[in-house]
């Protein structure tokens, strides 16, 4: 069971996954042996399964990101279209969806040539793919983990 404590902890660890167990302890009033068992404990049930280095894509000169509705052109394609999506380095996320989509992509591009090019002769050309349905994000307004 995931107690209050607990639930404290991965909220400081998901608003900074480099904390300190000194930081972590202060803020819950425990010594950095206590937490350090708390988090070994939450890593061994697998709430923790993790944690991430975040990159800024516009300084690694990735100025566009979109969104892709992927329609199949027919039901249970998803497992080899999935399959030809992970080889394509510029796609981040892929959900497998309910609703208008089959999948949705998540996806970092140079500039809208890249995209193009990425949607054109990566995406498009994959066998199952019937169309694709494709938002430019303007701004990503905020991100967040899971709160507790």
Known sequence: MIDETDKKILNIL?????????????????????????????????????????????KLGL???????????????????????????????????TGNYSLLLKIYCRDNHHLMDVLSNKIQVITGIARTETFICLDQSFERMVVL
């Open 14 to 58: 998901g608003s900074n996954a480099r904390a300190s167990l000194q930081e972590i302890a202060h803020q819950c009033h425990l010594s950095p042996a206590a937490i350090h068992l708390r988090v070994k404990k939450l890593e061994d049930q697998k709430v923790i399964i993790g944690s991430k280095l975040i990159l800024d894509p516009i």
């Open 63 to 97: 100025q566009t990101m979109a969104f892709i509705g992927v329609f199949f052109e027919k039901a249970g394609m998803y497992k080899s279209v999935k399959k030809e999506l992970e080889l394509i380095p510029e796609i981040i996320e892929c959900s497998f969806t």
